[in-house]
């Protein structure tokens, strides 16, 4: 120690010198964070045996054919965890706007460009958002502005391309996007066919990785949205609305079934007795005022059921049919949308 120090100034020295240390090691790391850098790091960690300079040379299909192809090959590699979500936040942050401290965000080059369509799509593929289908394959998709109207079984190029395509991953989760738009229309509405999606479409357990996974997964969503459509259908055939759609596969328990005639019968006069019992428009509807309005009303149904003979026990509190139809009358009771909400949440006496 020098003459004249003492052991707080030697501390407050390393301190500076420590401090010096690491400005310059941050200086020397901004500095690295170039354009030159981010190309190197993206292609030692995503794209090591890929020929990336016939990006500014393509046309335009074949930039579209390239993206999708890397996009299935990056859904099934590992490396850095998830290939795919590594390279994807290399450009988008979590609320995906793009990243300020990547200057490729910022680059006007092809290269660039194509990097940042790259983790576009594949952002909406891995949070299930709609996307444009013509960047997939021209002809896919015709409300390019609002193109979730795009995922449905009514688009027949698209479910023919499902289950067609090479690009096993992206088709994959390209039916899932399509599962969730229709758990979208069933939920809060129709509850035997959300149960009916969550037996058979297992996207929870799905891993993209796996491409007999996601040709199965595939097949799996496109037969079970087909089968609960054209069974509402024939329940729309036979003159019932939304209300009978959801009160018949209650009284049955479970959809699809062949609308047995009894059970439609009772349905039909459920729906008129439920519809009879509301209160008036102008009465605030509660949790207390359902429990009040519910006993009465599913005394009306248990009776119906007697008088058509059907093989159900309105009385049991714990049975898919009583299940199903509290939900149901809860939801008409209440009058609006309550995807989250129960009718047995806090109430013992329900």
Known sequence: MCAGSTATDAVARTRIINTHTHYKLRCKMKKEITAEYMHKLLKDGAFKDVDLSRVATMSDDERRVFTIEQADRLLGAQGYGDMMRWFMGQFFDDEFELRDDNPLCEEESLLAQWYIALADLGWCLITHLPFDLNSIEPGLGTH??????????????????????????????????????????????????????????????????????????????????????SHQQRGRELGLDDDGLEVVDALWGWMPHDYDADCVAATREICKAAEAAMPAPTVIRSRNGFALFQKPVMEQMEAIARKHDLDIDLTDKYSITMGYLTDWLYRKYMGKEIEHDSPLDGYKDF
């Open 144 to 229: 390019a502005e609002d193109p979730e109207q795009d995922y449905t079984i009514d688009n027949k190029r698209l479910t023919v391309w499902l289950r067609s395509t090479p690009y096993k991953r992206v088709a994959a989760l390209v039916a899932r996007i399509m599962l969730e738009r229709e758990y979208e229309r069933v939920v809060a509405h129709f509850d035997a066919a959300q149960d009916y999606y969550a037996e058979h479409c297992h996207s929870g357990s799905l891993n993209v990785q796996q491409t007999e996974q996601c040709e199965a997964f595939v097949t799996s969503v496109l037969d079970a949205i087909a089968t609960v459509l």
